[in-house]
């Protein structure tokens, strides 16, 4: 099965003339004994509930904490955490990102960079004490840095002392370090089991489903990743093993289903299916519901353009 398209990562975008900067700037960020070994990923528990828990258990006059948002790509899985303790007007973040390999973790974490380049007195410092990872940059109220498959983003919307905010880095980072394994050892989910056609044709407006079956080990139904815009993802469905969608030019495209690990976040490139969208039947409801709503628009004024 062909991966889902990949994004060009943050760093990709910075200009050459750029490049040499956020690369030496890197390096300065690098740890000169870094307290890890190089191309592990790291498979420790960063679902809701464990993160939360770390969270109480470490913010002095910790108040509330949630994972607020969630986003995938193909490269990175990235989860949003908001927290609050007691005094502050608003909720601080915590920015998790799961990567695919170490590799992707430091690109991530040069897309950050590239926004310190000019002017230069204004660039976090590199981190060296506590060690944090094998990169670490860190001013005022955050704090970021790789450890293994993972990039960690700490920003406060109100500075704490500094050795406050580095202890709960400490923490978070002991607790990724303590789950790094290799590569093959990667938790990801077992099975995501394709419960409807893995070749589908529609009609050009019509709707269909795909059914899965939700595993004990997913979070969730599995992402889709939809190859063009010959498909569009539609309302969501009341049963978390469906996932609906509407076809819309004619061809054929792909949908590829990708679910993540309940603890890891880690992915199983799943299966893909085959949407084959064909010309609407000018006799079908749908060709004169839509040929009605048009007859409405124009006696209105309005235009298809």
């Known amino acids: 099965m062909n991966p889902p398209p990949s994004p060009t ?11 040499p900067v956020i690369d030496e700037y890197f390096k300065e960020c690098k740890l000169s004994t870094p307290n890890h070994e190089k191309n592990k990923i790291c498979n420790a528990d ?11 258990d470490k913010v002095p006059d910790f108040e509330s904490a ?25 909720p601080h973040m915590i920015r998790i990102y799961q990567c695919e390999t170490e590799k992707d973790a430091e690109n991530v ?37 790789v450890r ?6 700490i920003e406060l919307s109100q500075c704490w002392p500094a050795d406050k905010l580095l202890d709960l880095a400490k923490t978070l980072d002991d607790y990724f370090a303590a789950a790094s394994a290799g590569v093959r050892q990667k938790i990801v ?4 089991t394709l419960e409807s056609p893995g070749n589908i044709t529609v009609q050009s407006g019509e709707e269909f ?75 079908s409801e749908e060709a004169q519901l839509i040929k009605e709503y048009e007859e409405k628009y124009i006696k209105l004024g309005y235009t298809r353009e």
């Open 209 to 283: 489903v795909i059914k899965v079956r939700e595993d004990e080990d997913h979070h969730g139904p599995p992402a889709a990743f939809v190859q063009d815009s010959l498909v569009t993802d539609h309302q969501h469905s009341k049963d978390p093993n469906e996932l609906r969608f509407i076809g819309q030019m004619v061809g054929t495209t792909m949908i590829y289903l990708v679910p993540l690990h309940k603890r890891t976040f880690h992915r199983l490139a799943g299966p893909s299916v085959k949407v084959n969208v064909t010309p609407l039947d000018e006799s």
């Open 9 to 19: 990562n943050t760093h990709d975008f910075v200009l050459n003339a750029q490049k």
């Open 148 to 153: 293994h498959s993972i990039f960690i983003s």
């Open 46 to 56: 960063i679902s809701e509930s464990a993160i939360c828990k770390i969270l109480r």
């Open 66 to 90: 949630n994972l607020r948002n969630l986003d995938l790509n193909s490269l990175y899985c990235t989860l949003y955490y908001s927290f609050k303790d007691r005094g502050a007007e608003f």
């Open 109 to 145: 974490f040069k897309g950050f960079l590239w926004g310190h380049t000019m002017p230069r007195e204004m660039w976090p410092e590199p981190i060296t004490q506590p060690a944090l990872g094998s990169y670490a940059v860190g001013s005022g109220g955050m704090v970021r840095w």
């Open 189 to 192: 989910p077992k099975y995501c």
